[in-house]
């Protein structure tokens, strides 16, 4: 186990900005793909998913490995939505309800299972987390490449019903595409722009274009019932995560605030109940104690008192 002192990695408020006071997120560096005949196979039981119910890029692979039905595949570990010093910590180092502890090497943080794999890693330790128990390494730590890989990686394992649920059509592929990029600019990545700005005019850069990307969704969605091709898409996924956090922890912590979801986006709104009401996968791995609990505790730097507050309530209507 490595020794060195890592808390400028782990540690997300000793996180510095660019010099404009900007927030960069830095590209995740696990790049590997599970695919027939590759290095890494598919096969049932190999690999273990590490996430955080609080964190929506995890998240997206949780709903994903539900949908495509790779439950019986695929274990999964929970961390505690305490992100401190460490990093993310397991159950064994902090038993927050519904966290569990590392089964595979008993770790005590995220961090430890970088450090396992690669002593002189230099990113941020983040969830997700795709290991692979046979070769005990990390395959890929980029949730927009793992729901690609859960989307058909296993198929040829799969039962027929499952294996033919494609969230990513090759006829759809062009405006998956061209959607996702400005969501995950504007919208997905624009929240987490907008909450850490370290300057007025940085803050406004992000949270403005945020709001007119949401405008620009609202659109799309009235009278949709989905993003793209009237079918459920990749693109709902990516989208759904976070605007289900969004009025219970965007709006207050990340001062995203010119207008809530529930107040402000009747479209929006209905999608994102419809999703999560009706189709499990969504309701199953959306854990609104872990979610605020996480980011107004994890940020002192932007929420020093810790205070997790008490609404919105409910965290999100009934349909
Ligand atoms: N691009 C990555 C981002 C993952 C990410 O940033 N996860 C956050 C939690 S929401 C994290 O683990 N952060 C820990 C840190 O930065 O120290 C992905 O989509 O998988």
């Given at each position: 186990m490595s020794t060195r002192d890592v808390s400028h990695l782990s540690d997300i408020n000793k996180m510095t900005s660019d010099n404009d006071g900007s927030f960069k997120r830095k590209a995740s560096s696990f790049r590997n793909f599970i695919e027939k005949g590759g290095q890494f196979a598919p096969e049932k039981g190999r690999y273990h998913l590490y996430v955080s119910y609080a964190c929506p890029w995890?998240?997206?692979?949780?709903?994903?490995?539900?949908?495509?039905?790779?439950?019986?595949?695929?274990?999964?570990?929970v961390v505690s939505p305490h992100m401190g010093e460490q990093g993310w910590p397991f159950a064994s180092t902090d038993a927050?309800?519904?966290?569990?502890?590392?089964?595979?090497?008993g770790a005590a943080h995220i961090k430890d299972l970088y450090l396992r794999v690669a002593p002189d890693y230099d990113g941020r330790f983040t969830v997700p987390v795709l290991?692979?128990?046979?070769?005990?390494?990390?395959?890929?730590?980029?949730s927009s490449e793992i729901i690609?890989?859960?989307?058909?990686?296993?198929?040829?394992?799969?039962?027929?019903?499952?294996?033919?649920?494609?969230f990513y059509p090759e006829n759809l592929r062009a405006q998956i595409d061209e959607v996702n990029e400005w969501v995950y600019d504007t919208v997905n990545n624009g929240v987490y722009k907008s909450?850490?700005?370290?300057?007025?005019?940085?803050?406004?850069?992000a949270v403005r274009p945020l709001f007119v990307s949401l405008d620009r969704l609202e659109k799309m969605l009235e009278g949709n019932?989905?993003?793209?091709?009237?079918q459920l898409t990749e693109a709902d996924i990516r989208l759904f995560v976070t605007i289900v956090r969004f009025d219970p922890v965007y709006v207050g912590h990340f001062k995203c605030n010119l207008r809530t979801i529930r107040d402000g986006y009747?479209?929006?709104h209905r999608w994102l109940r419809k999703l999560y009401w009706t189709v499990p996968a969504f309701k199953e791995t959306c854990n609104f104690e872990h979610i605020k609990t996480h980011y107004y505790w994890s940020h002192p730097s932007i929420n020093p008192t810790r205070i997790?507050?008490?609404?919105?309530?409910?965290?999100?209507?009934?349909l």
């Open positions: 995890a998240t997206r692979a949780l709903i994903m490995r539900k949908l495509k039905g790779l439950e019986g595949f695929i274990d999964v570990s927050f309800p519904g966290a569990t502890e590392d089964p595979l090497y290991w692979d128990k046979r070769t005990q390494t990390i395959v890929n730590n980029e690609r890989m859960f989307n058909s990686a296993f198929n040829d394992l799969l039962p027929a019903d499952k294996a033919a649920l494609d909450g850490f700005a370290r300057t007025q005019s940085a803050y406004e850069a019932e989905y993003l793209i091709g009237g009747p479209a929006l997790i507050p008490v609404g919105p309530i409910p965290d999100i209507l009934p």
